[in-house]
DNA sequence: TCTGGGGTCCTAGGACCC
DNA sequence: TCTGGGGTCCTAGGACCC
């Protein structure tokens, strides 16, 4: 096949992606190190493997795939519920450790970030790829863990590339180089492209990264719209996506998903369950100190096919029982008899700081304020003595369905730094309130 | 691969207004 | 109460990501 290099007219940046190896596993290993070697898989808690060590991917495990299956295929396997207190402290030691080198730095997930290396050869004196090695051994020496990273000239690049060597491994692609990398990269190893547009760009013959970015650009563009132009010119070397140092910036919209194991066509049951996700999405949307001004209401069938109604709240609220009477009337607009349903979501959206919110001169202040201070008062309770201890009358028929489970973690925790935090749980029987 | 949970962004089309 | 053209806002739904 014919190929030249892609010939490029801006400044090419020198764009990093650093994606830590397995990471839930790697971080449980590195806290309880007898752990290492052995298959590890994290995910007890929702019957799901949610990541694998790399000594259960050696033995074919992946991610997404039911634990009875892989436990009865492998009965050596190491089953943790996930802890994300201690994934995310990891994940920030590991962003610090990345920021040592630029401030540029995006925190993409929990276990990706992006980094601008754009001209910081002549600070460290050393090439981009020797200022990768430092930053992996870095992360490898002080958290024992592994890293891959991939450097090139956009961000999609620098994705792929960390993905060609894993574990631990480091891939530089030169712009010179990118039209052969791409011939090795198939489409749907492409961030951006999913099934359907992978399955489309193959029924016009193509196969390969460099099949796409070799066409026309007007032609990706028409055919993908918005998100095709700009692929096609990420994986041609131009950095059209900007690294994002800020904040990761306030969510746009907070859903809670309760899938129940047996579907069911009890109405009350799942409007029980439904309320549950409302009271689960408002404490989190109370934790980020905002308010919501809509909810959505979906309820997702036994053929896992969904439906759903939005409606705006009167006014933005923090206060759970302010949003339970809209959830409860489209509930009963989604729900149909005699369906039998196996999930529930409640989506909060339009959501907007807490402090923002102006009383309305005509609103029932007294009301207000009191449903606000319950509100708070279920927090306090709630956030010092586990979730869900204290929640809403409506929720009491799900005590009759609860299941009781305790988690089985290994106790110790990992230590803290200097100016850490960690928060505790303490175990109580749960209570109601009616309001 | 029979499928968990939490997100973001884009686009088409309708409602409504001049 | 016949009708062009354009703008904005909103919603539904698709597609994708980790």
């Known amino acids: 096949m014919p190929s030249a290099p892609f010939m490029l007219e801006s400044f090419p940046r020198a764009i990093l992606h650093l994606d830590g190896d397995a990471f839930f596993a790697s971080v449980e290993q590195a806290v309880h190190p007898e752990l290492k070697g052995r298959p590890v ?41 996930s802890d994300y207190e201690t994934y995310s402290l990891y994940s920030r030691r590991m962003f610090a450790i990345m920021r040592r080198y630029t401030p540029s730095v995006e925190e993409y997930s929990i276990d990706e970030g992006f980094a601008d290396l754009s001209g910081l050869r002549r600070v460290f004196h050393a090439s981009y790829q020797a200022i990768a090695r430092r930053m992996q051994a870095d992360i490898q020496k002080e958290l024992d863990i592994t890293a891959a990273v991939g450097l090139s000239l956009s961000k999609s690049l620098a994705k792929l590339a960390s993905k060609f060597r894993k574990p631990a491994g480091l891939t530089a692609v030169r712009g010179r180089h990118i039209h052969l990398f791409l011939q090795h990269i198939p489409l749907e190893k492409v961030w951006g492209f999913g099934h359907n547009t992978v399955h489309l760009l193959t029924r016009y013959g193509l196969k390969t990264a460099y099949d796409f970015a070799e066409r026309p650009a007007i032609w990706a563009q028409r055919l993908l719209g918005k998100i095709g132009g700009e692929l096609w010119r990420e994986l041609r070397g131009e950095a059209v996506y900007p690294i994002c140092p800020e904040e990761k910036s306030a969510p746009a919209s907070i859903s809670k998903c309760k899938t129940f194991t047996a579907p069911s066509a009890n109405r009350e049951f799942i409007a029980a369950m439904l309320i549950r996700n409302l009271e689960s999405a408002f404490i989190k949307l109370r934790r980020h100190r905002l308010r919501a001004r809509a909810i959505a209401v979906i309820l997702r069938e036994r053929d896992f096919s969904e439906t759903g109604l939005e409606a705006a709240l009167s006014r933005a609220t923090a206060a759970t029982h302010e949003a339970v009477p809209l959830a409860k009337a489209l509930f009963a607009r989604v729900f149909q008899d005699g369906k039998e349903y196996r999930a529930t979501t409640i989506i909060l959206g339009k959501l907007e700081p807490d402090e923002l919110a102006q009383p309305d001169l005509f609103e029932d202040r007294l009301r207000i304020d009191k449903l606000a201070q319950v509100s708070q008062a279920v927090d306090a309770v709630n956030e010092r003595f586990g979730k869900h201890t204290l929640s809403l009358g409506s929720c009491l028929f799900l005590e009759r369905h609860r299941q009781t489970e305790r988690d089985e973690r290994p106790v110790r925790k990992a230590a803290l730094l200097p100016g850490e935090t960690r928060r505790r749980r303490l175990a109580i029987p749960r209570l109601f309130i009616k309001v």
């Open 41 to 81: 898989v994290t995910g007890k808690e929702r019957g799901i493997i949610a990541c694998a060590s790399l000594e259960a991917k050696a033995l074919g495990i992946r991610r997404g795939v039911p634990l009875f299956a892989a436990r009865r295929r492998h009965p050596e396997l190491v089953v943790l519920p």
